[in-house]
């Protein structure tokens, strides 16, 4: 299977031991996760560095602030694609190619602000540039932690992502900034071309096994769809995204709001603005430490409703506070239950889904949470216009501790010890007929013989069935029962093409197989359950003519119609 692999250790070792560093003892883990921290300064540098340019080459407030729009279109628009690319070929590639470019782009921006020709649109563009490299990076990135440590430290790992970020976050700008005084911008271009060279080379360096699918390659569109339909079929996945998206929503006040909070409601200036976001900072990093500690404490439907009532309280505290001690340690907790409802609910998402797809499933996260801090942040200025700072903080305080009652009608449920690599099926279906991977649509029927005793049983397992058939690929599911001979039952679905179909057959997992398990055993037949595969609208299969040639006659093994 395509994107699946074995590092050079053994991930697959438990230790559940090490607390919150306890994956840095992993030696690819370490050396990837040290690198990601001079990458993320990099991409703060360059957006202090850019957003200052932008000042100095146009007086427009709207392109000052498109700078920031240029960087976070490509985590919008590439990030679903790459994460089907990431799924398709070798992760530890995909990755490299998208640092790389980035770097290169990077640097080139560098030599052209050097010599004088930057223009705001030229700006704009290697923004977008920029971003889309890191945009194609990141899901191979975030798809390949469980490859690099064992299950047990995945919790953690994907925390350290997060205070890798954080940390930058922390001190990133200032620093950025202060380099932009001393050295210029061009300085500043050139540094975050550098820094993106360290993570490179502990991706290089990593000796990542790539077994290649035996099959070619999606087209990119098939691909997105079919990451689309498993996270709509997998509910885990889907109440993951769901959460994520509405939380994302009703929490983007702080960030949002942030400068109008310092000037409006602490009556300060632009070092209020740079406290505010540092102690956010602060508060990302101080509870992306308790990840693992909570989880292991926490069920991550409690946790994460604990986290949307202490968000709540904190941007209603915001609201109402006028004082900066006050709305920091709100701004704390704001920032720390953020990384702890993000991280667990990543965290959900990664145990979920089998490696065939993990990387679109967590571009879809990632589009979730950005989609909804987007809109969240339009929405809550738009409040903020109409009302005031105050009110629009209240009021997303509010919605906030609301999304915790979403648990009763859509819980997380508990990280499941379903084995979620796939699974060789150990048969091949013999085609008579010359098909191709493009030939189709191809009908699968399945037939069970069952008591009628346990009909109810049997159809129970059959609607679990539909949803593991459903999120690997099968069109048009249903299930029949004949009228005449009640303990004969067919299933059947579509797959677009053969080589669909293929594929389907390569992405069961144990956890699939076993619910197949649990349908074939009621089945009385002594041959077992037998499966039919048809040829829909079968034109080429059949001569017009008896007489007319055919030259797959003369086709050894091919038995003509």
Known sequence: MAGSAGGGQSPATEDTGGGSFAPLREPTFRNIWIASLFSNFGQLFLGVGAQWEMTRLSTSASMVALVQTALMIPL???TLPAGAIADMFDRRRIAMTGLAFSAVSAAVLAAITFLGLTTPWVLLAFCVLIGGGVALFSPSWQASIPEQVSRAHLPAAVALGTISYNVARSFGPALGGLIVVVYGVKAVFGMTSLLYLPLLAAFFFWKRRHVPSRLPPERIDRAILTGARYALHAP?????????LVFGL????ASALAPLIAKDLLAGNAATFGILLGAQGVGAVAGALFVSQLRAALPTEWAVRLFAVGTGIALVITGLSHSLVLTCAAFLVVGACNILTIAMLNVSVQMSAPRWVTARALSLFSSAITAGIGIGAWAWGMVASAQDVAFALVASGIAVGATSLLGVLLPIGQDSDADLDTVEIGYE???????????GPVVVEVEYDVDPGLAREFYAVMMTMQRVRKR?????WSIARDIENLALWTERYHCPTWGDYLRMRDRYTQADYDIQAQADAFNRSDHGRRVRRRLERPFGSVRWKAESYDPRQETIGYIAP
């Open 250 to 253: 009703s929490t983007a006040t």
């Open 236 to 244: 885990a996945v889907r109440t993951a995204l769901l959460r994520v």
């Open 429 to 439: 279906p013999e085609a008579t007929l010359p098909l191709t991977l493009r030939s």
């Open 76 to 78: 919008m628009l590439v």
């Open 472 to 476: 690997i690929g099968a069109f048009d």
